[in-house]
């Protein structure tokens, strides 16, 4: 099992397609914080394809790297991702998180987005 990357280790390109799916898909700042929230407690993933269902949208990824963002009702390909039975509280001394600290997300033309 691998770790899910965080955001400042996405190649370029996978950031770029994330943000892209992100606008596309209309995700919300609440839909982004339950992810942000899932990648604090530093899950485990396959090596293989899998996705994580949120509810509002879907998570897929290959290995340690999230490949895409689906909408509610669209499936998902690969090992299904489950919560890892933890409270959802997160320790005051791990701020790990797919998104930049800043909260701003910065795409390959340069502009942030928040």
Known sequence: MAKIETWEKLPARVRQHLID???DR????????????WIES????P???WYRDFGSFKICGRGSYPKTFLLRG??????ALFCCGCSGERSASKR???LPANGQ???AGGGARQ
């Open 96 to 98: 790990v998180s797919l």
């Open 42 to 45: 530093e899950p485990e993933v």
């Open 47 to 49: 090596e293989g394809d």
């Open 21 to 23: 799916r992100m606008r």
């Open 105 to 107: 997300i910065t795409g």
């Open 26 to 37: 209309s995700i919300s700042i609440a839909d982004l914080n339950q992810l942000r929230l």
């Open 74 to 79: 669209q499936a998902g390909k690969g090992q």
